[in-house]
């Protein structure tokens, strides 16, 4: 495949990769996007469905804190907000952010450009729903186990990390590498512990199919 033929996605991580930038090729793809000459591969007009089915079978009531990661354009992040849920989101890449607050002018989502290899120490234990939807996948394999890590600690004490992702079934060379269930798997911890995880047909490409795994934070007062 010449570099013409090469997707977007796939040349800007070769070149990110090369120069020891994992997550340096995100907001090149935005910019390109912006200026009409790529497309971002993963934006969506309507949220993940496996995020929206999930959502909508739980009363997670008033207050609860969500973060959405790796928000993009935000679609995910705004349903989460239409639930209630206050929300926040971000991405690394600036003009993401921006093209997000374009597209939903009157949001009540909280968009912030962050890293999430270099989160804020603020948002550590302060979210009672994370939200991560193919993210750690559009992550080299180098830095999956910080990234999730990370994920980990936004957790407030008895929250619900919500993780969605396409199973890995043979080596890709990526963008994206999906994850195995020892991938999975690790997002759990001695706090963090699997509540249900399971193997979904994607709506939008049979024959494919996607991790839904959702996880427990347990609670200060849990007994030991």
């Not at 603020?122 to 080299?140: K, N």
Request: glycine letters at 6%.
């Amino acid at each position: 495949m010449t570099d013409a033929q090469t997707p977007a996605d796939r040349r800007l991580a070769a070149e990110s990769l090369a120069a020891n930038d994992p997550t340096g090729w995100f907001e090149p793809l935005y910019a390109e996007a912006a200026a009409g000459t790529s497309v971002v591969p993963w934006d969506r007009a309507e949220p993940n469905p496996l995020l929206a089915d999930w959502l909508r079978d739980r009363a997670l009531g008033s207050g609860v804190r969500g973060l959405v990661i790796g928000c993009g354009y935000g679609t995910d992040a705004e349903f989460v907000a239409a639930q209630g849920i206050r929300t926040t989101a971000f991405d690394i890449s600036p003009t993401a952010i921006r093209g997000a607050r374009a597209r939903f002018p009157h949001s009540p989502v909280t968009y912030k450009v962050a890293d999430l290899l270099r989160p804020p120490a603020t948002w550590l234990g302060a979210f009672d729903l994370v939200v991560e939807s193919i993210t750690v996948q559009s992550l080299p394999p180098e830095v999956r186990a910080t990234a999730i890590a990370n994920i980990r600690e936004f957790l407030a004490p008895g929250a619900t990390l919500l993780v969605i992702a396409d199973i890995s079934t043979v080596p890709a060379p990526g963008p994206p590498w999906p994850l195995t269930a020892a991938d999975i798997d690790s997002f759990a911890d001695a706090d963090v512990t699997p509540v249900r995880v399971e193997r979904l047909p994607r709506a939008d490409v049979p024959g494919l199919h996607r991790w839904r795994a959702e996880f427990h934070r347990a609670a200060d007062n849990a007994p030991i």
